[in-house]
Each structure stands twice: as C-alpha cells, then as structure tokens.
C-alpha cells in the first residue's frame, strides 16, 4: 500500500504544477525593473564644529572631535584609552594610496548597488568628514552623528542663466582675459535659432524667459575647478548676493542629481561599563536607484599598530585567535556570517560555508582589551577580522551587516544586459553593537566576561542543564531510495532500522555500560530523513507501522530512556499537492519573487548538483504549521522534540507580499523553541538565542576551521556556557578521524554522540547517504561502550562545572581547566609530552582531579 501510495504520489506531484508552470513563466517574464520614484535627500551640515563633545559616566569618558567625529574612550578604572581610529593614519607607510588612508579614519562604510548589480563601497571620510556634510546632536547621555554620505559637488554661486543684458553688463567689469573664458562657458540661446539637437519643448519648459528674450544659459558639464574660477570672476565684477538669489529663483530649473546618496545616523550611549552604538535603519535615507546593501560600523576601532602586543578574537567554531602582526597578510582575510546563510538568497556555488554562532568579537592590546556583542540586528552581521600588512599598518576586526537584499533575474529576450533586483525597502529596525571594557590580558577572562553577558541577556540559560555527562545516541529509521515498482523508478523509503530494532540497539548499549544517554529518533516517519512535509505525520510500514512505532515508546519509557523524535519544518522535500504542500503558495521566495529552489553542492567541484532532485525553503508561516502539527505529535506521546534546523539556522522570505526579514525568523525560531522545550528540545549547532530553551546542543562546531589567517582555535563559546547547557560535537563514528573528534570533546568540554543504523553498510549503496556508512551498530558498538565508559570515568561530575581557563603551551599541549581544579591536557602530537609535570600521551588526553 506504501509502494502504491508513494507511487501515486509521483505522478501527481509531477503532473499538477505542469498546469500551472505557463503562469509563473508569464509572471516572470512580467518583471520588469520598476522606474524608480525621485527621492530628494536633504544635504547635512552647516558651520564647521569645532572643540570636543563628551559624555561621561562613572566608568568611561567618550569624547568626540567635532570637526571630524572620530572619539576615544577612556576606561576610568585602568586609563586606558581607545581610539576609534589609528591616530597615526595618515604617516602609514603601508596605506600607500589617499583611499587607504581614508579607510583608515573612517568610522562607517556604505556599500550600494545598482540596477547592473555593480557594488560600490563610500567611506565617510572621504565622501562625508571631509566634504564636510555631517551635524552632530549632542544630549545629555548620548550623542548622534548624522551623515551625508556621497560624492557630492559644491554649490557654487554662479548664475545657471542670465538675461543677454545682464550677462553682458556682468562681463564687461571683468578683465578681459576673465570674460573670454566666462563666454565659454555660457551659451547665448535665442529659442528661434536652435541649434538640431536642441529640444524647444524643453528648454522653453525650463527658462520661459526665452519666449520674450535671449538667454546665456551655463553648459552642461563644467568642471569643478572652472565653476570656482568663474564664481571668482563673478564676484570680483561685483556680482552681488541679490542678484545670485533673484537669478537662482527665477532660472533654478537644477533637478536633483542622480548621484549615490545617503544620509544615517549613528548614536553613542555610555551603559554603565559599556559603549552602545546604534544605527537607526528606519532612519536611513537613499535613493531607490541606489539601494543600500551593507554597512560596517567602525572599522578601525581599537585596532593595534605593528609596533602593539596583542590577539584578535573571533567566533569561529568555538572560538579562534589571530595574534596581532602575524605575518599571514597573504592569506585572505577573516569574514563570515553571523548564523550562517539565509537560504532566501540564492548562490550557484559554495567554496566554504561561513557561520557563527555567537555573535560577538574581541580584542586585547597591551593588556587591555574589549568585547563587542551585536545585539539588534545581529542576524544581518558578518564578522571581519585582518591584520597588518595587507592593506595597512594595523590589525583590526569588527561588523558589518548585510540590509538590502538583491537577485540578478533573466530579461534576455528583451536585452542582453543582466539585471538585478533589490528588495523595496530597509527592516525597520536598529542595529546596535555593545562594547564592554576590561584590563583583561587573556581571553580566557574574556570569555567569563562573555559568559556574565549571556546570563544577562538570556535570564533562563542553565535552567534546563542536566546532571551527567551528556551523551545523545541517534538511530536512523529510513532513507529515501530510488527503486522501482512495475518498472517505474520513484522514491521509496528504505529501511535502516526498524521500530523493534530501535529497542533492540537500547537494550544492548544498557547492556554494554552504555547506561545512561539520551535517544534521538531519525527518519521515523514521512518516508525517512529527508521526509515530506509535516502536515501530517505517517508512520512507515517498512519499519513496523503504528503499533511497533507505539510499542517501541513504551519500551523506551519503561527503560527509563528520555526519547526525541528529530524533524524539521524548514525545507519541502519530495513534496507536493498530495502533502499539502503547494509551491507557488507556500515557499518562500527569492529577491527575484522565484520559489527558493535549492540543491546540495558538491564538495569535489562546489557547484550546484542541479541533476538531482531540488528542495525548497516553505515560507514562515508554513513552517510554523508544520511545528505546530509535529509538536501536537510529539506532545500525544510523550516525546521530546529533536528540532534539525530550528535553533540553527535563520531564514528569510522576499515575497513582497509576505515579506519576512532574518530578525523576525529568530523571534518565530524563539517562539518554537520555548513551545517545544515543554516536552524537552534537542537543538543541532547551538545559536545563542536557542540556548536556554535546549536540553542538549548536539554537532556544535568544536573542529578546527584551518582558515590560514588563524593562528589557533579556543573554546571560547564553550567557555562561557559549559555548565550551563550540555553539549557534543558531531557523532564520534560519523567524523573523518573519530581520534581526534575525540580529542576536540575533552578538550571543549563536549559530551558524546553516536549515530547507529542497525543494517550494514553495503545497504545504503545506491543512495545519496554516504555519510552513514559508518553508522553500523554492530561494528561500532563495542568501541562506542569503551568510550562512553572511559569518558564518563574522566569527566563524571564536570559537566556541570564552570570552564575557567583555557591555554596553549609552547609544545602545542591544550589545558583546560574547571572551577572545581580540574585540569585536562590534550595531545595533539604524534609523541608523548609533558606538561605540568605530566606525561600526556600522544594523540591523547590525561584529566588531572582538583583536589
């Protein structure tokens, strides 16, 4: 009945959207790159500020220059100061060019693009502070800076046109060799001797004198410094201010010019130990042909000169170091985004996928140092970090964020230009970054002060953190196989492990010492792993059906083994009309307003694996449907919930009907996840917002990123929230050297994760689940009781504790260190070493008991 089902299903998911494909082809040939609507932006500045703004607390003085708006900060309790920009910008040998320099004392970077899909980056040195066009609010306890930004032109006191007589009255008084080169410069128009390409229309709409008069009308084109030239012969033939003033009026036909333009506002607040730096997006201005797609708040903050000690910190995995003046300036540069890639924007190829965590960054400069936490917005931010010798003299790291969101979309049959498509407008909403200030000479410090940060932000974290030593074991019920029925070849679920034999792999890791662990119960329903849509829940005949899938329940809760059923509701796989599922009605869509049509990439040639079957992002809303039916399931029988994405990653929607930017996906990923903690949630990766709603964060990123521009990776995450919440990295049998997984576990605190398949191996040949192939129960099960065992020997009581301190030592020996005295050295080499005093085993680990 399943094979019939399923078979039935492909026909009709194939043949259905046919009926409907002609419309959406139409539809998409019907976009068309809208003429934008004229926006004047309003030029800021006026007198040039002089002397210094300061706002003070009992913990910092932030003090600003008024005529360039670059400030320091100055730490009351140590007198360190710190500097928004290198005071020695402009002597920087290594910034050979003005615009490196520029870069250098700019506080903010504006990235546009137009409809040709070409990015331009403005610093507001060049394109603001100097030009001048920038005021300055000052309040009591903050103070707001609001730019122009743009490559605009001085106004120039010149008439645009002039009457014949007044223009010859005028040129008279000046000197001969002035008024030739003014009459260049003016063309006398008389509207009955025009010359071919003159428009009569429009020059009569634009100087109705011209009807009744001749006209010396100032050329198209004249450059700057020649407008300053005839400004100065104007005024020296005594030109007055009355008569620019009546000119201007009465010839004023000067449109606002299509130039990049953009006028933000960035505010500074003193909270406490803490600077709080916010930008308005509500408040940005810019003109639709120029949409605004990123920005980069105070590029050059604390950075440190190749003559400062001191490390960068950034969040990769768990947390990495870059030491200052490295030497690794040939290496690219750090970057990557807060919370990984949204889904709704569409990529052909993937080198490397970049992701973090948790959103913050620090830096230590002879002995002091600073976090920044981002705050609102974070879920638009990516993390930049570099050193010297690139592009300049000073090692440096901060945020940018991504804002308008864009998508090149075909119109060949029309031209042969590519065009690209940008979102309507920005979120409205406000970007804010929280610096906080210590005397801090270690990130170990660091990360505790990370650590009070977490507690404050999220009240909840370490309510819900178990008592043992964490250890998750995954069973896979069934994977998709193409096989055939009547000789049609169609997607069938194929089982790995059935209901009973879940059971079974229990009562034999108990049986083994394997316990105490938690079980998370993949591809139990709707076809397997990669399972159609939940709006409905079925179980799979090939496992047992409904009455094996309900007895496997209450053997498991007799055993006493705490249960998670794993799903998501992020993505339609093998979906169509017969699940609920309707394309064209419930995913999300791209800038481009197509379905978010998705493949997997190969890890060979990283492109697109456009020959296998698509997936696709479900719009918000639906997904929240399909939690709500897959939590009412869970919820009936007493079952966790073991949530694939949700926690992990963040997604938008561009439909602009139904528009829904990453900020709104994290509070709706809130909301599911504090529904589904009732019944208890396993989370995978572990974002900081999910982490006080998770029982367990299993495949958090405890690896290496071997990013060449790294000198090492810490625990600095796991620093500030070991004891809180529990934790494992990816399953130990699953890993490309499980030795070192291994390894990477004791030395981050993590616990244990195994995924098993009660088939052998040569049962997945044929599918696209290469990655279970060590996923045997019966060929790892004995190894997998001997690690459990000799980990909960080690680490039985620590889980619990706080992480204190974290080294490397000059043999490349990690030691981690727990509040209770604990120490645990790990060995990455291939020969024995001591530490402390220690022998440490190569490729091994030894855990020294506080006493």
Not at 643 to 653: A, E, K, P, Q, V
Not at 732 to 743: A, G, R, V
Not at 773 to 802: Q, S
């Amino acid at each position: 009945m399943e094979g019939k089902k399923s078979w039935i299903k492909t026909i009709l998911n194939f043949v259905i959207p046919i009926a409907v494909f002609g419309i959406i082809i139409a539809l998409l040939f019907m976009i068309q790159p809208e003429e934008a609507e004229v926006v004047e932006i309003e030029i800021r500045g006026g007198e040039p500020a002089e002397g210094t703004a300061v706002i003070e607390n009992d913990n910092l003085i932030f003090s600003m220059d008024r005529s360039t708006t670059r400030f320091s900060i100055t730490d009351k309790a140590t007198g360190t100061v710190w500097e928004s920009n290198p005071a020695d910008a402009d002597n920087d040998n290594l910034a050979p060019t003005i615009d490196k320099k520029s870069n250098l004392k700019s506080t903010l970077y504006i990235t546009y693009g137009n409809i040709n899909g070409i990015m331009t980056t403005y610093n507001n040195c060049t394109y603001s502070i100097e030009k001048g066009i920038f005021d300055i609010e000052e309040n009591k306890d903050s103070i707001v800076v609001n730019y122009t930004v743009g490559n605009t032109e001085k106004e120039y006191k010149i008439p645009l046109a002039l009457p014949e007589k007044d223009f010859n009255a005028i040129t008279k008084k000046m000197e001969k060799k002035a008024a030739k080169q003014v009459k260049e410069y003016y063309r006398k128009t008389d509207i009955n001797k025009l010359r071919a390409q003159d428009n009569k229309e429009e020059l009569l709409a634009s100087y109705p004198d011209l009807a009744e008069m001749k006209l010396y009308i100032l050329r198209d084109g004249v450059a700057q410094h020649l407008k300053a030239a005839i400004e100065t012969y104007f005024w020296d033939a005594g030109y007055t201010e009355e008569q620019y003033q009546a000119h201007l009026e009465r010839y004023s036909t000067k449109k606002s010019e299509d130039i990049p333009l953009f006028n933000i506002s960035v505010e500074y607040k003193l909270a406490g130990r803490d600077l709080v730096v916010s930008v308005p997006l509500n408040k940005i201005e810019y003109k639709p042909d120029y949409p605004i797609t990123n920005i980069e708040i105070l590029p050059y903050f604390g950075a440190g000169s190749t003559e400062d000690t001191g490390f960068i910190v950034i969040p990769e995995s768990g947390g990495a170091v870059i030491n200052f003046n490295n030497g690794r300036s040939a290496q690219n540069a750090y970057y990557a985004n807060v919370y990984g890639w949204d889904y709704a924007s569409s990529r052909t190829s993937v080198v490397t996928e970049t992701r973090n965590a948790f959103p913050m960054f620090g830096l230590s400069k002879n002995g002091a140092s600073f976090l920044c936490m981002l705050e609102d917005g974070a879920s638009y931010g990516n993390i930049n970090a570099d050193v010297s010798g690139r592009f300049d003299s000073y090692n440096h790291v901060d945020a940018g964020y991504s804002l308008i969101h864009y998508e090149s979309y075909d119109v060949s049959g029309k031209s042969n230009a590519a065009f690209y498509i940008y979102e309507e407008n920005l979120p409205d909403q406000t970007i804010t970054q929280r610096y906080r200030f210590g005397d801090d000479d270690n990130y170990s410090d660091m990360a505790a002060e990370y650590r009070k940060y977490l507690l404050d932000r999220y009240p909840s974290l370490g309510s819900k953190k178990g008592n043992g030593m964490p250890t998750v074991v995954e069973v896979i019920g069934a994977i998709d196989k193409v096989q055939q029925t009547a000789g049609i070849p169609y997607k069938q679920p194929l089982e790995l492990t059935t209901y009973d034999e879940t059971v079974e792999i229990a009562d034999e890791l108990k049986n083994l010492g394997v316990d105490d662990f938690s079980l998370k119960l993949t591809g139990e329903f709707n076809d397997g792993v990669k399972h159609y849509v939940l709006k409905d829940v079925d179980y799979i005949s090939k496992l047992g059906g409904k009455s094996d899938f309900m007895d496997m329940l209450e053997a498991l809760k007799q055993r006493n083994i705490k249960t998670y059923l794993e799903g998501q509701t992020d993505f339609a796989y093998d979906s169509g009309m017969t699940d609920g599922y309707i394309g064209f009605r419930d995913a999300a869509k791209f800038v481009s307003r197509e379905q978010c049509e998705l493949y997997d990439y190969s890890i060979v040639w990283y492109g697109q694996e456009d020959y296998n079957d698509p997936y696709y992002l479900v719009s918000p809303e639906y997904n929240k449907e399909c939690f709500d039916i897959f939590k009412d399931f869970t919820d009936n029988n007493g079952l966790g919930m073991a949530l694939r994405n949700t926690g992990y990653l963040l997604n938008s929607n561009y439909n602009p009907k139904e528009r829904f930017n990453r900020e709104e996906s994290k509070a709706l990923s809130r909301e599911m996840l504090e529904a589904a903690s009732e019944y208890g949630t396993i989370i995978n990766e572990g974002n900081d917002y999910a982490l006080e709603y998770a029982d367990i964060v299993t495949s958090m990123d405890i690896s290496n990123s071997n990013m060449a521009i790294i000198d090492y990776d810490i625990p600095f995450y796991e620093m500030a929230i070991h004891g809180l919440v529990d934790y494992t990295g990816v399953p130990i049998n699953l890993s490309e050297d499980f030795e070192y997984e291994l390894l990477k576990s004791a030395e981050f605190g993590a616990g244990l994760s195994f995924t098993f398949m009660k088939c052998a191996p040569d049962r997945i040949q044929e599918t696209m689940y290469y990655n279970y192939y060590g996923a045997a129960f019966d060929l790892w099960k004995d190894k997998a009781a001997e690690i459990y065992k000799r980990f909960k020997n080690d680490f039985n009581g620590v889980a619990n504790k706080k992480m204190i301190r974290h080294t490397v030592d000059d043999n490349n020996i990690r030691i981690t260190e727990y509040e209770d005295g604990t120490k645990v050295y790990v060995n990455y080499n291939y020969k024995d070493l001591q530490a402390d005093g220690i022998n440490v085993p190569a490729r091994d680990y030894v855990v020294k008991r506080g006493e």
